[in-house]
Structures are given as structure tokens and as C-alpha cells.
């Protein structure tokens, strides 16, 4: 069963710091490239940061140049977030999905609250 379990976030306040992973199974991880994506309330899912294959290119909105960082570790078949001065904006559920061939269904996310 292809799955991808997103962890790591919670409440934090302006300033902070929050590292996100998201652990995949049931395909082949290497193959792919991974993106994070974040949906706030009311407003549409948008891609925030992308991976290559290998780790050696990375892609972030411009939103969050500068703050987030993207990684991963193809052995453990995880995508992780590392998310820097964060701002109230960042508050959104935050999820993982491969490319090409998004995965359609997607998982539960995690919550990430930035609020003082």
C-alpha cells in the first residue's frame, strides 16, 4: 500500500523553528522527486518546496526562501521540512506527495500553528 505519513509539527510562535518529515512506503522512494505542500483554511493547496531524485536540486516558493529547507534520505525513505522564523502565514496543514505521478490521495497531513 503506497503510503506517506506526514509528523512534526505543532503550536509554535513567531520566531520559531519546526522540523516536518514525511515517511514514505509502498513505491519505490528513489525514483521520485518530493515536494512539500501546506493548505490553510479556505485557501488552495500550493507547493512550498521540491526535491530531486538525488537531493541535488531543490525548489522552494518564494514565501519561504530563505527560511524552509528542504532534504531527504533516500535509505530511510524520508522527505523532511526544516522550517526557520517562522510567521504567522506558515499556519496550514502541511503534506508530502512524489512527482511525477502525484499521488492522488493524500495523506492527513500535520498541523502547523504559528501564533503568539
Known amino acids: 500500500q503506497v503510503q506517506l505519513v506526514e509528523s512534526g509539527g505543532g503550536l509554535v510562535q513567531p520566531g520559531g523553528s519546526l522540523r516536518l518529515s514525511c515517511a514514505a512506503s509502498?513505491?519505490?522512494?528513489?525514483?521520485?522527486?518530493m515536494s512539500w505542500y501546506r493548505q490553510a483554511p479556505g485557501k488552495e493547496r500550493e507547493l512550498v518546496a521540491r526535491i530531486s531524485i538525488s537531493g541535488g536540486n531543490t525548489n522552494y516558493a518564494d514565501s519561504v526562501k530563505g527560511r524552509f529547507t528542504i532534504s531527504r534520505d533516500n535509505a530511510k525513505n524520508t522527505v523532511y521540512l526544516q522550517m526557520n522564523s517562522l510567521k504567522p502565514e506558515d499556519t496550514a496543514v502541511y503534506y508530502c506527495?512524489?512527482?511525477?505521478?502525484?499521488?492522488?490521495?493524500w495523506g492527513q497531513g500535520t498541523q502547523v500553528t504559528v501564533s503568539s
Open positions: 509502498g513505491f519505490t522512494f528513489s525514483y521520485y522527486a
Open positions: 506527495n512524489r512527482q511525477p505521478g502525484q499521488l492522488s490521495s
